[in-house]
Every structure is written in structure tokens, then in C-alpha cells.
């Protein structure tokens, strides 16, 4: 089963830059879309971004095109988020997710809490 970690959450001024980090078990890494999800209180998970293996595409919400930036080191088995120009409203739990069985996100990390005040 794969396993993936989250970490880099944390408290930041409006403004502000966070990396987050996944950390992937297993030898198949390179061949996994990813994608990053957020779920703020009392709402529902919403997609942030997301990395094709397959062909590097990157995909964004617009509500973070422009100031997040998905990407991954495969001979890491991580993938990154880069989080720029941070706003309160940005503050959530930040979930990674792999497709490793097929085209659904299967496979989810426990999360790492982002917090943006104002």
C-alpha cells in the first residue's frame, strides 16, 4: 500500500511563502499523477493543483493559479508545493493524493495544517 507524508504546514502572515512536501512510498512514484487538495473548516475538500507523470502538465484552481506552483522529484518520491503571496483565505488542511490504481485519487497522505493570518 502506498504511504504518503505530508509536512512544511504551519502559521504565516498574509503574504507570505510555505513549501509544502509528500513523501511517497514505493518504487512506482514516477508513474503516479498527483495532485494537492485543501479542506478548510467546515467546507468541503476543494482540488488546489495537480502534476501529470506522463507528461509534466500542471494543473491549477484558478483561485491559486498565479501564486502556487506544483512539482516533484521523482528520484525523491516527493512532490512539492510551492505556496506564494499567501492569503487567510488560503488557510486549510492541505492533503497530497497519488492515482496509483487508476484515474481517482486512491491514495491520500493525513494532511498538514496551513494557517494565513491577516
Known amino acids: 500500500q502506498v504511504q504518503l507524508v505530508e509536512s512544511g504546514g504551519g502559521l504565516v502572515q498574509a503574504g507570505g511563502s510555505l513549501r509544502l512536501s509528500c513523501a511517497v512510498s514505493g518504487d512506482t512514484f514516477s508513474t503516479y499523477n498527483m495532485g494537492w487538495f485543501r479542506q478548510a473548516p467546515e467546507k468541503e475538500r476543494e482540488f488546489v493543483a495537480a502534476m501529470s507523470w506522463r507528461s509534466g502538465n500542471t494543473f491549477y484552481a484558478d483561485s491559486v493559479k498565479g501564486r502556487f506552483t506544483i512539482s516533484r522529484d521523482n528520484a525523491k518520491n516527493t512532490v512539492f508545493l510551492q505556496m506564494n503571496s499567501l492569503k487567510p483565505e488560503d488557510t486549510a488542511v492541505y492533503y497530497c493524493?497519488?492515482?496509483?490504481?487508476?484515474?481517482?485519487?486512491?491514495?491520500w497522505g493525513q494532511g498538514t495544517q496551513v494557517t494565513v493570518s491577516s
Open positions: 493524493a497519488a492515482q496509483v490504481g487508476g484515474v481517482r485519487y486512491d491514495s
